[in-house]
């Protein structure tokens, strides 16, 4: 459903602009001529459209039509070269996008993530590559115990112009020009990106085909909407998948996350497994440690227990915490143990380093922040 920007040109396909332009009487080349300019170029406004004439961009103007880019409204630097913004959408509401640049891509296979404490450039200078985790609804509503944007509640769906239209925004404050320096992005922003399945699968067919980010590039991370998972199994462009798995058995991930009471572990790792990889592909989980709730020995032995046999990695990631939230992180010595005893096992795993906290910009902590 794209009604609450529907005079925006972000979020539409090709194809659509095309009718839009045949509609208005023009011919269907400049169909792609916008496509090009609002995905490629990632102009702002209409004026900057140097491929049509005056008089067109004039008549777009009066037929209501715009770009349709978030505002940023607040920008925050990290130290560690993080930069979190916040975005303004249409009708006012704010959502968070967050720049890394040298982050972390949601790979970590190689091992040069964890524990890799290069200096990461200041903004506008150049990287090597750069991930940007994006936002898919206003708040959230799934009511993991631990996250600080389910504080928030779900507000609303983004469009699928608003999931791009963070990306051009920040490529484009970021001065990144086409042809495409390594970009990631990583669907892991506020929101559950599987409960706005539709406009979350058209903004990727929009980034791939229009702003030119390959699919193998991307990750979305779902904290675990079973039916979703068999329905993106069957997309044939898709990002990789990340599942937020975040306990060792059900009585204790009920707890920290009570969707787990509709769809358990046996559901969630049967659709794990039942999920067609790609060559070379494989699965992430993510497992947020909370300090002596989840992050025993015994947790890191469960956990292998669950996981063995599949083509899959799990990425630790130690809690950020907040006055906010009854958990405390563990300490460094603990995420060690924990990740030990499953690289023992012979479970791949990987200790995500924290970016952007001293802004409120890493995982778990996007609640619109704004001190
Ligand atoms: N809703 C999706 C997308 C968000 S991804 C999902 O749940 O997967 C955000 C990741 O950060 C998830 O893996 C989540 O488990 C993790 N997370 C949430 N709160 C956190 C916190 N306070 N500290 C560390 N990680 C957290």
Redesign the pocket.
């Known amino acids: 459903m794209e009604t609450l920007q529907a005079n925006s040109l972000l979020g539409l396909t090709s194809q659509e602009l095309t009718t839009l332009v045949v509609d208005s009487g023009q011919p269907a080349y400049r169909g792609q001529q916008l496509f090009e300019a609002v995905y490629r170029q990632r102009v702002e406004t209409l004026e900057e459209i140097s491929t049509l004439s005056n008089e067109y961009r004039a008549r777009l103007g009066e037929l209501g039509w715009r770009v349709g880019l978030p505002k940023i409204s607040r920008k925050f630097l990290s130290s560690d070269g993080t930069v979190r913004y916040l975005m303004g959408l249409a009708d006012g509401e704010t959502v968070e996008t967050v720049w890394m640049p040298e982050g972390d891509d949601g790979e970590t296979g190689d091992g040069s993530e964890a524990g890799d404490e290069e200096e990461a450039p200041a903004t506008g200078a150049p990287f090597r590559r750069a991930t940007i985790c994006v936002s898919?609804q206003v708040g959230?509503a799934?009511n993991?115990r631990?996250?600080?944007?389910a504080l928030l509640g779900v507000k609303r769906n983004l469009t699928s112009g608003e999931i791009v239209g963070q990306i051009a925004a920040v490529l484009r404050d970021q001065g990144v020009q086409p042809p495409m320096q390594r970009v990631n992005i990583v669907?892991?922003?506020m929101?559950?990106?599987f409960l706005n399945y539709d406009n979350f699968i058209k903004s990727v067919q929009l980034l791939v085909e229009g702003v030119g980010i390959p699919e193998a590039r991307m990750t979305v991370?779902?904290?675990g909407i079973v039916p979703r998972i068999h329905d993106f199994g069957r997309e044939t462009v898709r990002p990789k998948l990340?599942?937020?798995l975040?306990a060792s058995n059900d009585g204790l991930r009920s707890e920290v996350m009570p969707l787990n009471r509709k769809w358990n572990l046996k559901d969630l790792l049967g659709a794990a497994r039942a999920f067609p990889l790609r060559a070379r592909e494989k699965l992430t989980f993510?497992y947020?440690l909370l300090d002596a709730v989840n992050d025993a020995p015994e947790h890191a032995r469960e956990l292998a227990e669950l996981v063995r046999g599949m083509r899959a990695k799990i990425n630790l990631?130690?809690?950020?915490?907040?006055a906010e939230?009854s958990y405390r992180t563990p300490s460094q010595e603990r995420v060690a143990e924990f990740k030990r005893i499953l690289v023992a096992a012979g479970i791949p795993a990987f200790v995500r380093r924290p970016r952007g906290r001293d802004i409120f910009a890493?995982?778990?902590?996007l609640k619109r922040t704004v001190a």
């Open positions: 898919s959230c799934v993991c631990f996250c600080f944007t669907f892991m922003g929101g559950e990106p991370s779902t904290a990340a599942i937020s975040n993510e947020v990631i130690a809690l950020n915490s907040g939230l890493a995982c778990g902590q």
